[in-house]
Nanobody, 113 residues
Framework: QVQLQESGPGLVKPSQVLSLTCIVS??????????WTWIRQPPGKGLEWVGV???????YYNPSLKSRTSISRDTSKNQFSLNLSSVTPEDTAVYYC?????WGQGTQVTVSS
């Protein structure tokens, strides 16, 4: 099975960039049959799709977040990353990276000064 692990700072200040990395093992993120996804869950709320990067590098974002979101990959390290700019406390959430069938355990990110 594919294993995924989120990594990054747990606290980000408002107006800064939220940066997370997903470390993938068990398969190549460059495989053309995979889509690698970021999902988040604010406290007390439902899951929200953030965006996805396909095996060929194509990216697609939630329209409500598109202007602030960038997903990239590093195939040499078999990982992909999320950058969310101009963050506010509304961006506080547990952030998950996922493949179509497997999820990471999630990492809490708090936006606060």
């Amino acid at each position: 099975q594919v294993q995924l692990q989120e990594s990054g700072p747990g606290l980000v200040k408002p107006s800064q960039v939220l940066s997370l990395t997903c470390i993938v093992s068990g398969d190549s993120i460059a495989a053309d049959y995979y889509a690698w996804t970021w999902i988040r869950q604010p406290p007390g709320k439902g899951l929200e799709w953030v965006g996805v990067i396909a095996g060929d590098g194509s990216t697609y974002y939630n329209p409500s977040l598109k202007s602030r979101t960038s997903i990239s990959r590093d195939t040499s390290k078999n990982q992909f990353s999320l950058n969310l700019s101009s963050v506010t406390p509304e961006d506080t959430a547990v952030y998950y990276c996922a493949s179509p069938r497997d999820w990471g355990q999630g990492t809490q990110v708090t936006v606060s000064s």
